[in-house]
């Protein structure tokens, strides 16, 4: 079978689930990136009820969240349920309330901006194994566990586990991964020859579209940040109120300045002399 008829038969036994289960359809996730708009595309021509979320970030580009808002129109003038799910705090006042810089160690924006908007519900997401090592141990279906040990994962659609997953008692959310065996040329070579339309800023030079800054997506911040200068600013902002915070809180800190933890969260290393992450974990 070849991928896209797969990944559509993984969209509809999720759906069929997701209705005998929650009784409500399937969440297809959307970002507004590459993988995300070949999932909505699937997803359409699945035939499966769903409903489509995007989480806002606070962080993304101006032109991801025009996509975000054009496609969403689309879809909503088929009769398809959209939802912007807009946070109570922006990704500054986090990091005031935080007291820290969001870090690869740790993501609580994430936690915060992302995870958890769809709870109790069957969610499908563009999660590839291709993408990294990491991503590598995620299943076509998974019932997830308080811990990661606890967590059911179907790693192919034959799966032993799968009347496991069928038939367990369902609490909490469950995913899908309908894309999960798709390779970074599957997701391009579909886009091309089905015409979809995509977030414009892989066209300027983009090969990852998300939050402006994102601590994991290394040294491509630094093009970020000369082609979106009102982001830098706004960190730097952040990381002042930041700053104030931790005075007040009685701690202490050898950042100055805004500038002096931009500087040293840009780096994503520990430099001879700078604090590092574990020491301010510690205090
Ligand atoms: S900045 Fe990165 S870690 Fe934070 S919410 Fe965005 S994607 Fe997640």
Known sequence: MDLEKKAIERIKLASEMSMQYYGKPLVCTYSGGKDSDVMLELFKRSGAQFEAVNSHTTVDAPQTVYHIRKKFKELEEKGIKCTIHKPKLTMWQLIEKKKMPPCRMQRYCCEYLKENTTPNRFVATGVRWDESQKRSKRGIM???????????????????????????????????NPIIDWRHHDIWDFIRSEKIEYNSLYDDGYKR???????????????????????????IRAFDKMLIAINEAGKKTRWKSGNDVFLWWMEDENIEGQMNIEDYLNQ
């Open 142 to 176: 998974e019932v997830p566990g308080a811990k990661i040990k606890d967590r059911i994962t179907l790693m192919n659609d034959n799966d032993d586990k799968r009347l496991l997953i069928e038939r367990c008692e369902i609490k909490g959310s469950m995913i899908s």
């Open 209 to 235: 579209v998300g939050c402006i800054g994102c601590p994991m997506a290394g040294k491509s911040r630094y093009k970020e940040f000369r082609d979106f200068p009102t982001y830098k600013r706004a960190y």
